[in-house]
């Protein structure tokens, strides 16, 4: 039974580990689900489901984030597990801004093309849900660090490493001659990007997402991968369907996040005072990456030339908790 917004609540008097275990239980599980009938308008759907949950850590919950690196199943951690504990050939695929939305169709498709699953979860993304601070948890300045090959800082020991951005036929036919890969692909960040301003958004991003991950192109990358080794398919931070969240309707708010986030949900900060409003608007997070300040909640507001329809970089549930499958191929 999913977890609601009264639930939650319950939960507040437990650890904040215990609590953001089960709330990123329970986001996998809604959010896991296979899917059937329009796209679009599911996927519209289950983003509107978390709406709660979301609203819960941004009013009453709202202290859990400052325990959110140390307490939240992070991805970094569980891809240093999976790597030491796995004797054999193995492989990590990250797929840049891969979100829980798009989970379903790996799994189904998977399942359909003769793919062992050996098992999926949600796992959380470093802070700000960036591509950066993922980099850096696993030991890199920069995700550019991975075209050299191998990467001596990279806290996944022996891998061959790859950072694709072409088609993914062209990427399973330059892959490393290596038994144990670390690879990053673009993909749907690149997509989420040109997606970002005004216009269908979410709904144009799930469709186009659902084509990618149903194509025989991709499955034949992801099949090049993990013949023969234990694959993981992962991301390094999830998105937020921003174009759908509500207006900040008080002027002095309004003005404030304008004046400190801009355009984006997060802000590099020294600036360790809480807002004066109650619940906070924002939050102020030493994170391992340094000070920084975040948008609370699903809270959206126009800037010079609009808003953005899909970010990341901020603390709403789906930018920070992503898949983590694991898959295998007989050789």
């Known amino acids: ?77 569980a891809l240093q597990d999976f790597w030491s504990a796995s004797p054999g050939s193995k492989a990590v695929l990250v797929l840049d801004a891969l979100s829980l939305r798009e989970a379903p169709w790996i799994l189904q498709e998977a399942a359909k093309r003769g793919f062992k699953v050996h098992g999926g979860r949600a796992t959380g993304s470093a802070l700000p849900s960036d591509t950066t601070s993922f980099a850096k948890e696993l030991g890199m300045s920069q995700r550019s660090l991975l075209t050299s090959g191998q990467v001596g800082s990279l806290k996944l020991a022996g891998a061959a490493t790859a950072l694709f951005t072409q088609p993914w036929l062209e990427c399973a036919n330059t892959l490393p001659n290596h038994p144990d890969l670390f690879v990053w692909h673009d993909w749907p960040d690149s997509l989420m990007h040109d997606l970002s301003g005004p216009g269908p958004g979410l709904r144009q991003l799930a469709e186009d997402a659902k084509t990618v991950l149903t194509g025989d192109d991709f499955w034949t990358f992801v099949e090049r991968l993990a013949t023969g080794r234990r694959l993981i398919i992962t991301a390094d931070h999830g998105y937020a369907a921003s174009g759908q969240f509500s207006d900040v309707l008080d002027q002095e708010q309004k003005e404030y996040f304008q004046k400190t986030f801009g355009a984006e949900r997060f802000a590099s900060s020294a600036d360790k005072a809480q807002s004066h409003w109650l619940p906070p608007v924002d939050l102020p997070l030493t994170t391992a990456r340094g000070d920084y300040r975040f948008a609370l909640g699903r809270r959206a507001w126009s800037v010079q030339g609009g808003r953005k329809n899909l970010s990341h970089g901020g603390i709403s549930l789906l930018e920070v908790a992503v898949p983590f499958i694991e898959l295998s191929r007989a050789l």
């Open 1 to 77: 039974m999913a977890m609601t917004a009264q639930s939650l609540q319950s939960l507040l008097v437990q650890e904040p580990s215990v609590v953001w275990t089960d709330v990123f239980s329970d986001v996998w599980e809604r959010m896991s689900q296979p899917v059937s009938g329009d796209v679009a308008s599911e996927m519209v759907r289950r983003d509107k489901d978390i709406e709660g949950l979301d609203l819960v850590l941004s009013s009453a919950a709202w202290d859990l984030w400052p325990h959110f690196e140390a307490c939240a199943p992070k991805t970094s951690k």
